[in-house]
């Protein structure tokens, strides 16, 4: 039904951005919501970020706000991720994902998912 890849993902220094995209295809036109997940090393996966595809409304994790914007153009079908002072906690696979009924942070809610990209926040 729904396709989503990321992209943008690296190597940064602790104190350094990153920007990461999400192109979604297929049948988009079921999305509510977009938003962004990651999983550390011997941790459980933890949305950070979510954003209503028509509203532009926003939710964010306590652990990221301040520092990370999501953001998302309709007319590309994208979903990007602004990550500012980045830390070595931030360092996790990073997964986009797609919600059919509501802006949620609860990973069950999520129909769709991403592969994932890499980040890694060297201290």
């Known amino acids: 039904q729904v396709q989503l890849v990321e992209s943008g993902g690296g190597l940064v220094q602790a104190g350094g951005s990153l920007r990461l995209s999400c192109a979604a295809s297929g049948h988009t036109f079921s999305i509510y919501a977009m938003g962004w997940c990651r999983q550390a090393p011997g941790k459980e996966r933890e949305c950070i970020a979510a954003i209503s595809w028509r509203g532009g409304r926003t939710v964010y994790a306590d652990s990221v706000k301040d520092r990370f914007t999501i953001s998302r153009d309709n007319a590309k079908n994208t979903v990007y991720l602004q990550m500012n002072s980045l830390k070595p906690e931030d360092t996790a696979v990073y997964y986009c994902?797609?919600?059919?009924?509501?802006?949620?942070?609860?990973?069950?809610?999520?129909?769709?998912w991403g592969q994932g990209t890499q980040v890694t926040v060297s201290s």
């Open positions: 994902a797609a919600d059919e009924s509501r802006l949620t942070l609860r990973t069950s809610r999520y129909a769709y």
